[in-house]
């Protein structure tokens, strides 16, 4: 019997590495209870993390990293025009991550900074939509493998992935954690997307917002708690810049 | 209704010959807040001395232990051309001991919910049944509103109910199981004395409270007050979080959703409780939402709490407790959006 009458079909998969940690691709690697079950969902033909093997077309493109050279914006390229279906992994794919800090610095001093005399090209970081379409965004650093694992499950069946709508805030009072503002810290997670069952709050620390924005972010309710609780300007606007997924205070 | 004097440590024999054999739940110290003040929450307790009766409140209701965030209603599988699934109710007995009486009252109204003539839900029931409930007197809490609900004393929904009196608690008994428990250490009948003495501390907890608001207008002051600009000030501030209806210890809305196994033959439905001012609770089929805005879907929370709940059980939904106020980030509370839907100033 099959789920919903759905004959599941094994579609092929790459990973491709862009701009990033490529801790997105070492989570799907991960959460060992499932993993042999997911790679027999999906034929991977392009892995690097877990095979060198390298197999001709694929169906969904998993992309991850953030794009800032020449040279990624032609391969990223090559990628759309092969693919079908083509998945921004991560939040550097999503919205430029951490890499989109050095966006308002000047790049001259950045390239001294990181690379010394030896100067090497570097654009300005763009996420992966700003440089071709995508399909469907995956935020997270690092992305949830449950929650990958549910949407290539729904890629696999032809049905749409809702993310959930409510932002962090609703899973830690579902998951008992204290309030961080009640302990005096600054939180994003009125912000945030959640689905990521709050570990950062339940961790001890407030969000940094690395899954974007909730369906109704209200930002300038945001503003004024944090400002009331007592944090600067700059620390706000330091940590809503962080992902490169959110708003700036106006 | 029966009572009795038990001394505090007969009682805590009591709970100590529970813990031997039953899981006992009580507020427990977990936390302080910056400002320096303890936070509790009802856990299971190891020992009597971890059990806090003289807590403030919690932040979490005790709903979580009759309605979870997150269960399992059916866990299914493929088997061939068939199928299988298992359900799993609450067996085993419990002991909740130190409710309040607006979280006692919170589980008369989720009953009259949860147990109706028709599709009652088992998942409630199992657990309502095996819950054995302790509940206790306190002075008014921070920013408790119950007696303007008269929800600040309760009748019925416990076992056993005790009142501080010092050295011993006034044991108020509703249940043949309550009575029979109370025997198993030394109590004794109530004196003129003790009775003199319980209706003093319940003097000095009603005279604690701040003058009460009179909501008994509000079913009708809702209706009128539909288009008021209430919602729009209190609407811009609400964030969306859904953290008032998760910590109200009477909100019941869920939604369900089907966790499938990666090799698609085993799977879960799982329900997760929800809230009314989330983007999405109203969304239907083709994207349309009957409530998008924020100031609707917060209004309609203030609906069901204290509008449509009446006209389905001619009482409101909401106890007081407070919870969803001093949850809210942005300081959107009850009390002052029903003293502006009664043109009137909250007494402090």
């Given at each position: ?229 007592g944090f600067s300007e700059r620390e706000i606007n330091e940590r809503l810049t962080f992902f490169g997924g959110l708003e700036v205070t106006p | 209704m029966l009572f009795r004097i038990?001394?505090?440590m007969a009682f805590r024999s009591l709970i100590q010959l529970l813990l031997e054999t039953t899981q006992v739940i009580g507020p427990r110290k977990i936390a302080v807040t910056r ?193 008021s600009e209430i919602w729009r000030r209190w609407g811009a501030k609400c964030l969306s979080c859904g953290s008032c209806a998760a910590v109200c210890p009477t909100c019941y809305c ?95």
């Amino acid at each position: 019997m099959n789920y919903l009458g759905i004959e599941p079909v094994r579609p092929r998969v790459a990973l491709f590495s862009f701009t990033g940690c490529e801790g997105c691709q070492l989570q799907l690697a991960n959460h060992e209870e499932s993993l042999a079950e997911f790679l027999a969902a999906i034929r991977i033909v392009r892995f690097r993390e877990i095979s060198s093997s390298e197999q001709g077309e694929y169906d969904i493109a998993l992309v991850e990293g953030a794009i800032t050279r020449n040279d990624e914006v032609e391969r990223l390229l090559a990628i759309r025009a092969q693919t079908k279906v083509l998945v921004a992994l991560g939040s550097c794919a999503c919205y430029g991550g951490v890499n989109r800090l050095k966006n308002s610095l000047d790049p001259a001093v950045m390239n001294r900074e990181v690379y010394g005399d030896l100067s090497q090209e570097s654009l300005p970081t763009r996420s992966v939509g700003e440089v071709v379409t995508v399909d469907l965004e995956i935020p997270g650093c690092p992305v949830s493998k449950p929650e990958v694992e549910r949407i290539i499950q729904h890629l696999i069946w032809g049905i749409p992935y809702s993310f959930p709508a409510y932002p962090v805030c609703l899973e830690c009072k579902q998951s008992f954690t204290l309030c961080r503002f009640q302990q005096g810290e600054l939180c994003l997670g009125p912000l945030t997307r959640g689905g990521c069952r709050a570990i950062c709050p339940a961790g001890g620390l407030g969000c940094w917002g690395c899954r974007g924005p909730a369906a109704d972010p209200n930002y300038p309710e945001f503003f004024a708690i944090a400002r009331q609780q007592g944090f600067s300007e700059r620390e706000i606007n330091e940590r809503l810049t962080f992902f490169g997924g959110l708003e700036v205070t106006p | 209704m029966l009572f009795r004097i038990v001394e505090k440590m007969a009682f805590r024999s009591l709970i100590q010959l529970l813990l031997e054999t039953t899981q006992v739940i009580g507020p427990r110290k977990i936390a302080v807040t910056r400002e320096g003040k303890p936070v509790h929450q009802y856990l299971p307790l190891s020992g009597f001395e971890e059990l806090e009766l003289g807590y403030d409140t919690t932040d979490i209701p005790a709903k979580s232990y009759f309605l979870p965030y997150e269960e399992n209603l059916s866990t299914w599988s493929f088997i061939g051309n068939d199928w299988t699934q298992e359900i799993t109710y609450r067996l085993q007995p419990r002991v909740l001991v130190g409710l309040h009486a607006c979280d006692i009252n919170a589980l008369l109204k989720l009953d009259k919910v949860m147990t109706r003539e028709f599709f009652p839900s088992p998942y409630y029931i199992s657990r309502r049944k095996n819950s054995f409930i302790i509940g206790i007197d306190h002075e008014p809490c921070q920013g408790g509103f119950c007696h303007w609900l008269g929800t600040d004393s309760v009748n019925r929904g416990f076992d056993l109910f005790l009142t501080d009196l010092g050295d011993r608690y006034f044991v108020a008994i509703d249940s043949e199981r309550g009575f029979t428990l109370l025997q198993q250490v030394a109590v004794r009948l109530v004196t003129e004395n003790d009775t003199a003495d319980y209706l003093t501390v319940r003097r000095r907890i009603a005279s604690g409270f701040a003058p009460p608001l009179d909501v008994r207008q509000l079913p009708r002051l809702l209706d009128m007050e539909f288009d008021s600009e209430i919602w729009r000030r209190w609407g811009a501030k609400c964030l969306s979080c859904g953290s008032c209806a998760a910590v109200c210890p009477t909100c019941y809305c869920y939604g369900v959703s089907e966790n499938v196994s990666m090799d698609f033959t085993r799977g879960a439905k799982v329900k997760q409780l929800y809230s009314c001012t989330l983007k999405d609770f109203a969304e239907v089929a083709g994207g349309h939402n009957f409530r998008s805005a924020r100031e609707t879907r917060l209004k309609y929370r203030y609906y069901h709490q204290h509008r449509g709940f009446v006209e389905q059980y001619d009482e409101p939904k909401c106890v007081g407790c407070g919870r969803c106020g001093r949850s809210c980030l942005a300081g959107i509370n009850p009390q002052e959006i029903i003293g502006d839907l009664l043109a009137t100033e909250v007494p402090s």
